[in-house]
């Protein structure tokens, strides 16, 4: 079973600032996925990566696949209170999921 | 498209009870995944169905769970007996085309066993 690692772990910060949230593997993925949870709602995908080096931009939200293909990091500009919820990334393909990043944008 | 859809979404339980959590998947996808959320373990995969048929059942903790999915439109998850440490949302989802595809969710049940 691969394990992905998220960090951090909590993440706390203003509105308007930029963070940058990671997920890792020691081993390859085929693909990566990341979704974003609210309290009370199941996950929902923002964006799945499959080639080693690949950037994909949602908006505010930038995606970067690793050129080993091990990592993946999501970084987002200019936060806003709707950013909050918990970010997790997924190995789409053993449906693995890591712990998580739970991040509050406070207004 | 309603989504997926589960009930119930909320359940409360005493130890030694029967539970059964049901779910209803996107009308003509093929894939259902059950999982369990919790905050020591994050999300883990319980067990993943293709058409109909039990692929993956490697993350069932143990014999006191059960799932099955009797036709395209309707699946369970069963705990018999449950115990307080089954406490935990469990959520359905369901893809098409199964892995490396999107997999929606439902809203998930939270599931207390006092």
């Known amino acids: 079973t691969q394990l992905l690692e998220q960090s951090p772990q909590f993440l706390s910060i203003q509105e308007g600032e930029n963070l940058t949230v990671y997920c890792n593997s020691s081993?390859?993925?085929?693909?990566l996925q990341w979704y974003r949870q609210e309290p009370g709602e199941g996950p929902v995908l923002l964006v799945t990566?499959?080639?080693?080096?690949e950037v994909k931009k949602l908006k505010r939200l930038t995606f970067q696949f690793g050129d080993a293909r091990k990592d993946s990091s999501l970084h987002i500009t200019a936060a806003q209170p709707g950013d909050t919820g918990l970010y997790l990334c997924?190995?789409?393909?053993?449906?693995?999921f890591g712990s998580g990043t739970q991040l509050t944008v406070l207004p | 498209d309603a989504g997926v859809i589960q009930s119930p979404r909320h359940e409360v339980t005493e130890m030694g009870q029967e539970v059964t959590l049901r779910c209803k998947p996107i009308s003509g996808h093929n894939s259902l995944f059950w999982y369990r959320q919790t905050m020591m373990r994050g999300l883990e995969l319980l067990i993943y169905?293709?058409?109909?048929?039990?692929?993956?059942d490697s993350g069932m903790p143990e014999d006191r769970f059960s799932a099955k999915m009797p036709n395209a439109s309707f699946s369970t998850l069963k705990i018999q007996p449950s115990e307080p440490r089954d406490s935990a949302v469990y959520f359905c989802?369901?893809?098409?085309?199964?892995?490396?595809?999107?997999?929606?969710f439902g809203q998930g049940t939270r599931l207390t066993v006092v």
């Open positions: 990566v499959v080639t080693g080096g």
């Open positions: 997924s190995s789409a393909r053993q449906l693995t």
């Open positions: 989802a369901s893809s098409f085309g199964g892995l490396n595809t999107e997999a929606f």
């Open positions: 081993s390859v993925f085929s693909s």
């Open positions: 169905f293709n058409n109909n048929v039990p692929i993956d």
